[in-house]
């Protein structure tokens, strides 16, 4: 094995070359996530970019949801080596003052975009990201999120937005660890056995003064698995919001969210209230390659200089009849004491939950 560019940085956290990852985990992952949307949810932007270094795979997507259309473009190619490069195919990110400003590109027939990112509040880093099956972790990773604006061009499906920093906000992490990646583990005992439920809220908001920071991660008799709650404001003053306690509004015969209530703690022990609307949506596992989705996965071999493109409707029977078992990402209008804020209300309830009152996987809402 080859040195990366990379061991001429003094960045080294293992007696190792940076060509390699500590870790001999086939999951292990490194990736961004972004979104962009406007004040009224008409026009939702979500991508990605990863690589997975065991799998020797690097991959991106862009998904972009205007009316009753999904549009999704995905890239993905061998991984040779390790670098401060993150391109692949028709797209690129580039770290322009890091842990404040990105310029996102994508460049394909049916979607494009030149959009910049500059973070409204300084990036947080979250709890640790742990989930098990059995004795098993299939999530340990670390993450930071940051709110911001975006500016520049997207174009999709023959149609031009200006992308105006004034109305265009969004949300962005980054992560790495392990999660399942690539081609499915062979199935086992825990496969099997852990087919209970999951139950998981993240919202992000910005608003003029501060940012929010919110994580429930359940299983699926109520046991909290994971919890964050902060609120960061413009100096670098971070504070912890307790234990949050999440009411979600479905729509009837569905567990397609409408609304929410977020209650949180300020430290003086002073209930601070969160009213989340939300504005728009898009599924994870329709074209972005998240759980569930059957036309690619985050980390599958596709070949090299591999590309794809997908539309939906997301009017039909098929689009609809998936939501239950995907993650969702709203676009969140939001609340507290008269101040406006916006971000996103990302939620998935999947299977058996006692809190919510679901007993498995096909029940709704009534």
Known sequence: MKPAPLDEYPVHQSPLSMARV????????????FNAHDRTG?????????????????????????????????????????SMESRVGGYRLEVVDPLQKVRLICEHEELSCDITWDGSFPAVLEEAHILMSGPRPILDASRFAQVGSWS??????????????QTWMGTRDRSWGIRPVGEPDPQGRMTYENRGG????????????????????????????????????????????GWPRVEVVYRSGTRHPESARIHLTTPKGEPLVVDV???????????????????????????????????????????????????????????IDGQVGWGMFEHAAMGRHDPSGFVGWTDMAP
């Open 22 to 33: 500590a870790s001999t985990d086939r999951n292990f992952y490194d990736r961004n996530y």
């Open 42 to 82: 008409d026009v939702y932007l979500i991508s990605g970019f990863g690589v997975y270094p065991n799998l020797g795979v690097t991959d991106a997507f862009v998904t972009v949801r205007h009316g009753n259309e999904q549009v999704a473009v995905r890239f993905s190619d061998a991984l040779e080596e390790r």
């Open 152 to 165: 520049g061009t997207l174009s999709v499906g023959g149609q031009d937005f200006a992308v105006d920093p």
């Open 198 to 241: 999951h139950y998981w809220v993240y919202v992000p908001l910005r608003f003029d003064d501060f940012a929010l920071m919110v994580i429930v991660q359940e299983s699926e008799d109520g046991h909290r698995t994971l919890n964050h709650a902060t609120r960061v404001f413009a100096d670098g003053r971070v504070e912890q919001l």
């Open 277 to 335: 609307e939300s504005l728009g949506f898009i599924s994870l596992s329709h074209g972005a390659g998240y759980g569930g989705d059957p036309e690619w996965t985050h980390g599958e071999w596709r070949g090299e200089n591999w590309s794809s493109s997908s539309s939906f409707d997301t009017t039909s029977a098929e689009f609809l009849g998936r939501l239950p078992y995907s993650t969702i990402d709203h676009v969140a209008k939001a609340t």
